[in-house]
């Protein structure tokens, strides 16, 4: 069994007497420390099929299973102790909050699973020196620049070391160079610990990234193609030599 199995998968959302299909009929298979990139365009349903993989939509039909579970039957209870024991999240806005320091930040997650505040600040800190905020751990999130700001949302998503994470445009709000760095360290991250990392984007530079390319039109997968990454980590070049091996995709 693959990691994460998507299966019948639709979305249907209703405006008064009209339905809206965002997804059709997804049928999908990520295995275990996979770069998986949603590749579409606004409207394309990536965002949605986001939401519904990471559990924060129920699906209106179909399976998705992760990691054994299938998060589509469990309660609302369940479903966020699922999400706290599994899932780390990076988004496009950073969602920061804006009263803490980058060390608190990082922290949450660790203390939603009840570790006591000196063992978490120990594993904040590592995250910061790891991502490369050593000097900005006690700074708040308006006393950082976006790209800092960012850096502090992957180590709060990595902080855990959750089984997925998934990413929604996390390089939206960024520079070119910047998001080059915030790209990289991700995917160092996820081959560092073996995660998986599901990353939503409308831009083809940045679905560059990962070891597979899953393009959504009108909420059907168009195409799910092995992709050639440009970056591996311990490369001087950055340039990468293929796709982990024996990943191939499945529809």
Known sequence: MSFIEVTGLRKVYRLGQEKVYALKNINLRIERGEICCILGTSGSGKSTLLNMLAGLEKPTRGDIIINGVNIAKLSER???????????????????????????????????????????????????????????????????????????????????????????????????????????????????????????THDLDIAKYADRIVHLIDGDIHSDEINKAIYVPGEEDGESQGSPAGKQPAS
């Open 78 to 200: 369940k479903l966020a102790k699922f999400r706290q024991e599994n899932t780390g999240f990076v988004f496009q806005s950073y969602n920061l909050i804006p009263q803490l320091s980058s060390l608190e930040n990082v922290g949450m997650p660790l203390m939603f699973k009840g570790w006591s505040r000196r063992k978490r600040d120990k594993e904040a800190k590592k995250m910061l020196v790891a991502v490369g905020l050593k000097s900005r751990m006690k700074h708040r999130p308006n006393q950082m620049s976006g790209g800092q700001q960012q850096r502090v949302g992957i180590a709060r998503a990595f902080v855990a070391k959750p089984n997925v994470v998934f990413a929604d445009e996390p390089t939206g709000n960024l520079d070119t160079k910047t998001t080059a760095d915030v790209m990289r360290l991700m995917v160092r991250m996820c081959r560092e610990h073996n995660l998986t990392l599901i990353l939503v």
